[in-house]
């Protein structure tokens, strides 16, 4: 049998669950985005010297700027239902899956990662979100509706999951992180920590 590794989520949505419009994101939130980078890189690895793994679609994939990918000092995984099609074009070291499935397969039984983050897009949360080894919701609540986003978050059944303490968004994350409203860019939002209840 497969061991499968409890694994994460990281997402920014609206009220709503709005997180994204015609391919990209649509606000720009510089202390949300170095909340993602950091909580990304640094979580669950209490000084190790190994590396969190991210799994993104391959929409979300060519929705970060060409600048910034492969997302550095993390093992990235992209996944597409046309593997062979997609790897020529992706840098080396960046590994490519037909499911997510076989992705936490694979790297679950990988010794130099510390912990597994999917980070979207709307079909990858989607089915992560359904998998009972997702174990952690780092969700950033933005506190406003946005208009014509046409991908989504779905809405966490609060039957299963369960907001921690701020304390332990902190513990994980091995850095303090901002308590409460962060503003940002005439927007406000709340960086919440939900966990499955087992
Ligand atoms: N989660 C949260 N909280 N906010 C997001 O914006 C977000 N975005 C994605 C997934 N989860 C998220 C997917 N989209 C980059 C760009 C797009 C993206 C994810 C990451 C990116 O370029 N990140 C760089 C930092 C860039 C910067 O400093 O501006 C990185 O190194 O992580």
């Not at 709503?16 to 993602?36: C, E, N, Q, V």
């Amino acid at each position: 049998a497969t061991t499968i590794r409890d694994f994460s989520m990281v997402v920014a949505a609206t009220r709503s669950g709005g997180i994204g419009k015609g391919g990209t994101i649509p606000w720009r939130l510089p202390k949300d985005m170095a909340y993602f980078k950091m909580i990304t890189t640094k979580a669950f690895q209490p000084g190790s010297n190994q590396q969190n793994a991210v799994i993104m679609g391959r929409k979300t994939w060519e929705s970060i700027p060409t600048k910034f990918r492969p997302l550095p000092a993390r093992v990235n995984v992209v996944l597409t239902r046309q593997p062979d099609s997609l790897r020529p074009s992706l840098p080396a070291g960046v590994d490519v899956f037909g499911t997510l499935d076989a992705a936490l397969a694979v790297l679950s039984v990988r010794t130099d990662i510390a912990h597994i983050f999917v980070i979207g897009g709307g079909q990858v949360y989607a089915e992560a979100l359904a998998h009972q080894a997702c174990a952690n919701v780092f969700l950033t609540e933005i506190d406003q509706e946005l208009d014509g986003c046409d991908t989504w978050f779905p809405a966490l059944d609060k039957a299963q999951w369960v907001a921690a303490d701020h304390a332990e968004v902190e513990q994980v994350a091995g850095e303090r992180v901002q308590a409460g409203k962060v503003a940002d860019k005439s927007m406000t939002f709340e960086f919440v920590l939900y966990r499955r209840r087992v």
